[in-house]
């Protein structure tokens, strides 16, 4: 067999940076992997936020088409009748002017419902806190539970955008609480600290399997991509005929 002319000591240091580059490469190809996944998670956020906004443009459309315009359609029919009846008949013209103007009337309640929906002027005004508190009173106007709102924290006002995914979590586990729970009371908490503010809903209601959920159900897949979009945490606590108890927190200098 022919000498090398190394010694076992520089051969076993060949064998020691070999072993070395093939950790490198296969760290890298992970890296890789890795890379191409996030950008693949990505790319699928970035898809269902569009189809969100889709759905959202959607529903306005819909709402505009079948409640605002034809209610301004029948005010406007009964403006037509009016006119024609004021020299007529003026107890029916009366009649005729009454039903526009409630026409007109239910109208700029919708709009302002719709308005509302897509962007509270309080969240704008007055911030996370006071937007909360009003959308829990406009719910407790209809057949919900009871719903308790409890808030302890030492932040004025946020960013913007941090203050409308705090609300929109909220919003989004409370619909879920009060649609599908079946609980008599629902909590809502806003609290800070160490930097952090979470929000947190809770009930007492019917509970579910979460391996029974499906994994892109857009309400709590929501509440998740709202959480992570912020660098924060979402979990969901819940078991059948336990409850639910929505937590996400998020960093206050998002």
């Not at 009366?94 to 302002?112: H, M, N, P, V, Y």
């Not at 309080?122 to 409890?150: H, K, T, Y």
């Amino acid at each position: 067999m022919a000498d090398s002319g190394k010694t076992r000591e520089e051969l076993m240091a060949e064998v020691q940076e070999t072993r070395c580059r093939l950790a490198m490469l296969e760290a890298s190809e992970a890296e890789n992997r890795q890379a191409r996944r996030l950008l693949q998670d990505e790319q699928q956020l970035l898809r269902e936020s569009l189809e969100s906004q889709e759905r959202d443009r959607r529903l306005v459309t819909y709402e505009l088409h079948d409640g605002i315009a034809q209610q301004l359609a029948g005010a406007l029919l009964q403006l037509q009748a009016f006119g024609e009846l004021e020299d007529r008949n003026s107890e029916e013209a009366q009649r005729t002017f009454d039903a526009a103007s409630k026409l007109i009337s239910d109208s700029l309640g919708e709009t302002r419902r719709l308005i509302s929906g897509l962007q509270p002027s309080a969240l704008d005004e007055v911030g996370v806190v006071a937007a909360i508190d009003c959308l829990i009173r406009e719910m407790q106007g209809s057949e919900e539970p009871e719903i308790e709102f409890v808030h302890n924290v030492q932040f004025d006002r946020l960013s913007p955008s941090l203050e409308t995914a705090l609300f929109r979590i909220a919003q989004e586990a409370l619909n879920n609480a009060c649609r599908h729970s079946r609980s008599k009371k629902v909590c809502v908490t806003l609290a800070e600290r160490d930097g952090h503010v979470r929000v947190e809903v809770q009930d007492w209601g019917a509970g579910f399997d979460p391996g029974a959920v499906k994994e892109n159900s857009f309400g709590l897949r929501g509440i998740r991509e709202r959480a992570r979009v912020f660098a924060g945490q979402a979990n969901v606590d819940t078991a059948p005929g336990r409850g639910t108890r929505v937590i996400v927190e998020l960093p206050s200098r998002s």
